[in-house]
C-alpha cells in the first residue's frame, strides 16, 4: 500500500499479520519513546474496537474501503463486527468535522476576498483623489522613463518588493493548501480523536494491567509504566495501562488482540527476543470446569497452542475438536507446555492436581512455569508455590472473578501474585481470558483478595434471596422489587440475572453454589487467622449451608433462595 494510497484512504486501513485475519484499524503517532524498527518501511497502527496497536509494514496495509467486504467474509465475531462499528462511527464523526471544517474555511475565503476587494476599492479612491483637479497624470513615454522620470505607481511597487515566490496581496488564502502525505497521516482528527471504548457487554474491552506491589521494584516500574501512559494518552488519546506496561518493561508493544508471534511480529527483527505468553508458546490447561472451558475456548480462538487434560476425559474431546492437544497426566502436559494453566474446585483438588501421582510436580523442571487459577486459602497456594520453586518451577496464582459466561465472554477479572515476570509472560493467555488484570504482589495476596471478593458476592446473594422471600410472604410482588431496585443504586447485572434466575426458577449453574459456600467458609477463616470478626459473611455461609443440606450444591448459588423457602 502506497503513501497515495494511505492518503486516500484517510489512513484507514485494515492490516494484515502473517496468517491471521485482516483487522481494520488507523494511523497514528507512536509514543515519543518508541523507535521505529530499522530497515522497515512501516506505519504506527491503533486497531478498532480494541486498544492493540503496532508497527505494521506498509505491503500489509491496504484501503479499508476497498477490501471492507472481503475482510467481513473472513471474520465472523462479535470483536470484530465491534472494530467495524467503531470504523463507522470514526468515519462518522470525522465527516461531520470535515464538512464544519470546509463551511468555516468556505466563510473564511469569503470574507477574506471581500476584505482586500474593499481595501484594493479603497485605495484606488485615495490615489486618485490626491491627483490634481481628480485628473490623472499624463502617461510617461518610454524615453522619459528610461532617463530617471518614473510613474507613482511603479515607485511605489519597487519601494515596497515582495519576497520571492509570494503570491499578490490578493491572491493570499484564496485556496486551502494541500498538506502532504504524513503531515495529513500524523496530525489533525488522527492525533486528536478519542477512541471510544469498547462495550463491556458485548464487544472485546480495553484490557488493563494493574500493577500494586509495594516492593521498590515494581513501584520504579510502575513509575516507568505511568510515566509511558502518559505519553500514550497524549498522542493517541488512549488510556491503555497495557499498551504502556508492555512498552516501559518490554520495550514493544504486545496487541491485546492476541493476533502476534515471533514469526509474524512487525517488531521481531527490532526485538528478536519475543516475551514468553505470546502466541509461541506452547500452553498448557488443568481442568475444564465452568470456568476452565471458557478460559481453554478463548486461548484457542486467540492462536495459542494448548494442551488440555481433565479428571474426565471426556471433557476434553470438544477442545480437541477445536484444535487442542490432549494430554494423559498433568505431568506430561506440564512436561510439553512452558506455561500450565490449572483451575480446580477447591484446596484438596488443587494438592492433589500437584502432589498426587503423575502430577505436576513429576513434569516441573527448571524454567517450567506453573500457573495455579483456583480459589483456594492463602495457605494452600503458598504450599504449592514452594514444592514448585523448589524443583526450579516458577510459580504465580491467578485466581478470576467472575461465572461461567463472563468465562465464555472473555470477560473474567484475573487477580495475580507471585513471580512478577511469569505475571508478564502471561499477558497474551489473561488478555485472551479476561479484560482486567491486578498483580498483588507476593504469593497468598490474590488468594486473600480473591476470598474477600467472593465472600461480599456470597453475602450480597443471600440477601436478595432474604428480600425476594420477604416480599413474597408479605404479599409483595417479586417483580416490583427487582423493577424497583433496577432503579436504585444497587442496580447491576449481576443483581438482575440473579433474581431473574429466581422468578423463573432456572437454577441451571453459572456459579456453583457449592463453591460459593466453600469460599465463604475459607473468607471466614481468613478472618479468624488475623482475628478479624465477619459476622455477616457467617450468617450467609449458614444459609448456604442450608441449601446445600437440601441437595441445592450443583445448582447456581442463586439457589440459596430455596433455603428460605423451605
Known sequence: MTERDLEEASTICKGK?????????????????????????????????????????????????????????????????????????????????????????????????????????????????????????????????????????????????????????????????????????????????????????DGDPHFHHFLLSQTEKLAVCYQAISKKLKVCEEETGSTSIQAADSTAINGSITPTDKKLDKEFDPLAE???????????????????GLMGSGIVSNLLKMGHTVTVWNRTAEKCDLFIQEGARLGRTPAEVVSTCDITFACVSDPKAAKDLVLGPSGVLQGIRPGKCYVDMSTVDADTVTELAQVIVSRGGRFLEAPVSGNQQLSNDGMLVILAAGDRGLYEDCSSCFQAMGKTSFFLGEVGNAAKMMLIVNMVQGSFMATIAEGLTLAQVTGQSQQTLLD??????????????????????????????????????????????????????AAANEVYKRAKALDQSDNDMSAVYRAYIH
Open 270 to 288: 527490532a526485538f528478536p527476543d519475543p516475551q514468553p505468553g505470546v502466541a509461541t508458546n506452547r500452553i498448557g490447561f488443568l481442568g475444564l
Open 484 to 537: 424497583i431496585l433496577n432503579q436504585g443504586q444497587l442496580a447491576s447485572i449481576f443483581l438482575d440475572q440473579k433474581c431473574q434466575n429466581i422468578l423463573q426458577g432456572n437454577f441451571k449453574p453459572d456459579f456453583y453454589l457449592k463453591y460459593i459456600q466453600k469460599d465463604l467458609r475459607l473468607a471466614i477463616a481468613l478472618g479468624d487467622s488475623v482475628n478479624h470478626p465477619t459476622p455477616m459473611a
Open 17 to 201: 499479520l502473517g496468517r491471521y485475519p485482516p483487522w481494520p484499524g488507523k494511523i497514528v503517532n507512536p509514543p515519543k519513546d518508541l523507535k521505529k524498527p530499522r530497515g522497515k518501511k512501516c506505519f504506527f497502527v491503533k486497531f478498532f474496537g480494541t486498544e492493540d496497536h503496532a508497527w505494521i509494514k506498509v505491503e500489509q496495509l491496504k484501503p479499508y474501503h476497498a477490501h471492507k467486504e472481503e475482510m467481513i467474509k473472513i471474520n465472523k465475531g462479535k470483536r470484530f463486527q465491534q472494530a467495524v462499528d467503531a470504523v463507522e462511527e470514526f468515519l462518522k464523526k470525522g465527516k461531520g468535522k470535515d464538512q464544519a471544517s470546509h463551511s468555516s474555511a468556505e466563510e473564511k475565503n469569503r470574507r477574506n476576498s471581500s476584505e482586500e476587494r474593499g481595501k484594493a476599492a479603497a485605495g484606488e479612491e485615495k490615489r486618485k483623489a490626491g491627483l490634481p483637479d481628480g485628473k490623472p497624470k499624463k502617461r510617461v513615454s518610454s524615453v522619459s522613463s528610461e532617463r530617471g522620470s518614473k510613474s507613482p505607481l511603479k515607485r511605489t511597487y519597487e519601494q515596497s518588493p515582495r519576497k520571492r515566490g509570494r503570491p499578490p496581496k490578493d491572491e493570499k488564502d484564496l485556496t486551502i493548501p494541500e498538506s502532504s502525505t504524513v503531515k495529513r497521516m500524523m496530525t489533525g482528527t488522527v492525533a486528536g480523536f478519542k477512541w471510544p471504548p469498547s462495550p463491556v457487554k
